[in-house]
């Protein structure tokens, strides 16, 4: 034996040594890893939901409006406090689920709308933490799950069995519901017809309500993507719901509702597009063309011997005047205010007699010419502008 096999040979028994101890101290086995939901999952909060009950046959829509559905076979499910439960009239769907409808409402909804309280008769309470129904570790294990949107502790660690009652009578079966918070029950003033309990009281209920029902369930069912994926929790939903193959579940969901400019365009396309092509050609029309502008035409202006005419013509064919006998007196004042000192200051009546005097008509009758109204037959009218004329021409003369 030489030494570099020795060397060799001591360097293989090392590693077969190692080899051997990393065999006899692991092993293999599956760990889920949770991730987080991705498309459409990602945005829509009831994606995992929809999905089942069409596994089911049951047709899964969303509304964006709370109201009566139409339809009997219709299960309404409201999750969301919206201004349309906080503010808005819920009469109508009282009324609908008097008249045989079946309706879900969440807890965070109970202990938001004390109208829907009122009306119901259901209400939540908070127990006493030193229950002892309750362990600490069911404690922890609860609050983990309800705080956190993905499970962080064992698998299922949060799942509780619950007794399945009707018409307040235990019954044989339970059912192992997980995610949902034990420290939380529902109080009903009304006998439920079917409820879910532990020793804390019950954590999900239905009640009858005219011929309708109301089902009362804890937000935690739907809320994460996969809760309702969990144990017997799809099942007590489905119970609890009362739905069955053909049914729709209608799902209140205020983020479903449709743009404006989506439903404008739906509604009123063609008004749309003939206003923005009036837009369009508006704007066209006042853009700064290209090249020079073309020339201005000169202004073109009649002689005053035409204006005259027509004005003339005018007047005797229509056998109005007015305005003549207007410009007329006009030109005579200001022909007597170049001719007569203080003429400004001088009374209607002085006025007349200073241009009397110095045109040579009678006072009086120019008077009665300029003071009176414009107005009258074509004959005075005449007679005052022939007068008002001879006075103005009689001035420029002196």
Same mark, same amino acid.
């Given at each position: 034996?030489?030494?570099?096999?020795?060397?060799?040979?001591?360097?293989?028994?090392?590693?077969?040594?190692?080899?051997?101890?990393?065999a006899?101290?692991?092993?293999?086995?599956?760990?889920?890893?949770?991730?987080?939901?991705?498309?459409?999952?990602?945005?829509?909060?009831?994606?995992?939901?929809?999905?089942?009950?069409?596994?089911?046959?049951?047709?899964?829509?969303?509304?964006?409006?709370?109201?009566?559905p139409?339809?009997?076979?219709?299960?309404?499910?409201?999750?969301?406090?919206?201004?349309?439960?906080?503010?808005?009239?819920?009469?109508?769907?009282?009324?609908?689920?008097?008249?045989?409808?079946?309706?879900?409402?969440?807890?965070?909804?109970?202990?938001?709308?004390?109208a829907?309280?009122?009306?119901?008769?259901?209400?939540?309470?908070?127990?006493?933490?030193?229950?002892?129904?309750?362990?600490?570790?069911?404690?922890?294990?609860?609050?983990?799950a309800?705080?956190?949107?993905?499970?962080?502790?064992p698998?299922?660690?949060?799942?509780v069995?619950?007794?399945?009652?009707?018409?307040?009578v235990?019954?044989?079966?339970?059912?192992?519901?997980?995610g949902?918070?034990t420290?939380?029950?529902?109080?009903?003033?009304?006998?439920?017809?079917?409820?879910?309990?532990?020793?804390?009281?019950?954590?999900?209920l239905?009640?009858d309500?005219g011929?309708?029902?109301?089902?009362?369930?804890?937000?935690?069912?739907i809320?994460?993507?996969?809760n309702?994926?969990?144990?017997?929790?799809?099942?007590?939903?489905i119970?609890?719901s009362?739905?069955?193959?053909?049914?729709?579940?209608?799902?209140?969901?205020?983020?479903s509702?449709?743009? @404006?400019?989506?439903?404008i365009?739906?509604? /009123? !396309?063609?008004?749309?597009?003939?206003?923005?092509? $009036?837009?369009? +050609? *508006?704007?066209?029309?006042?853009?700064?063309?290209?090249?020079?502008?073309?020339?201005?035409p000169?202004?073109?202006?009649?002689?005053?011997?035409?204006?005259?005419?027509?004005?003339?013509r005018?007047?005797?064919?229509?056998?109005?005047?007015?305005?003549?006998?207007?410009?007329?007196?006009?030109?005579?004042?200001?022909?007597?205010e170049?001719?007569?000192p203080?003429?400004?200051?001088?009374?209607?009546?002085?006025?007349?007699?200073?241009?009397?005097?110095?045109?040579?008509?009678?006072?009086?009758? @120019?008077n009665?010419?300029?003071?009176?109204? /414009? !107005?009258?037959?074509?004959k005075?009218q005449?007679? $005052?502008?022939a +007068? *008002?004329?001879?006075?103005?021409?009689?001035?420029?003369?002196?």
């Amino acid at each position: 034996m030489t030494r570099e096999r020795l060397t060799t040979l001591a360097i293989l028994a090392v590693l077969i040594a190692i080899g051997c101890w990393v065999a006899f101290n692991t092993y293999w086995t599956d760990i889920t890893v949770t991730s987080p939901p991705k498309g459409e999952a990602a945005s829509n909060h009831f994606y995992t939901l929809e999905h089942l009950l069409r596994s089911l046959g049951i047709q899964a829509d969303e509304t964006a409006v709370l109201r009566a559905p139409v339809h009997r076979s219709d299960v309404l499910l409201v999750n969301q406090n919206s201004w349309d439960v906080a503010h808005g009239n819920l009469a109508s769907v009282q009324q609908w689920v008097r008249g045989g409808g079946r309706m879900v409402v969440t807890s965070y909804l109970l202990r938001s709308s004390m109208a829907l309280q009122t009306w119901s008769g259901v209400t939540r309470a908070l127990h006493d933490d030193k229950n002892p129904a309750k362990t600490p570790n069911d404690k922890k294990n609860v609050v983990i799950a309800r705080t956190a949107p993905y499970r962080v502790g064992p698998l299922d660690s949060d799942c509780v069995p619950m007794t399945v009652q009707s018409a307040g009578v235990d019954n044989v079966e339970t059912r192992s519901i997980c995610g949902v918070p034990t420290e939380f029950s529902f109080g009903s003033k009304w006998a439920p017809s079917w409820s879910l309990s532990t020793g804390t009281g019950m954590h999900m209920l239905r009640v009858d309500i005219g011929d309708g029902s109301l089902t009362v369930i804890d937000s935690a069912f739907i809320d994460y993507q996969t809760n309702i994926l969990r144990k017997d929790n799809a099942l007590a939903f489905i119970e609890g719901s009362l739905l069955t193959k053909g049914d729709r579940l209608l799902i209140f969901n205020p983020a479903s509702a449709e743009p @404006l400019l989506q439903m404008i365009w739906r509604l /009123a !396309a063609p008004a749309v597009i003939c206003f923005a092509l $009036a837009a369009a +050609l *508006l704007i066209a029309r006042y853009l700064p063309r290209f090249g020079p502008p073309l020339p201005l035409p000169a202004n073109a202006r009649r002689s005053l011997a035409e204006q005259l005419r027509a004005n003339a013509r005018f007047a005797w064919r229509t056998g109005n005047l007015k305005a003549l006998r207007k410009a007329v007196l006009r030109a005579l004042e200001r022909s007597a205010e170049q001719r007569i000192p203080g003429y400004g200051s001088l009374t209607p009546r002085r006025r007349a007699d200073e241009i009397g005097k110095r045109a040579g008509v009678d006072p009086a009758t @120019l008077n009665s010419a300029m003071t009176e109204d /414009a !107005a009258g037959e074509a004959k005075v009218q005449r007679a $005052a502008i022939a +007068l *008002l004329e001879q006075a103005r021409r009689a001035l420029i003369n002196l």
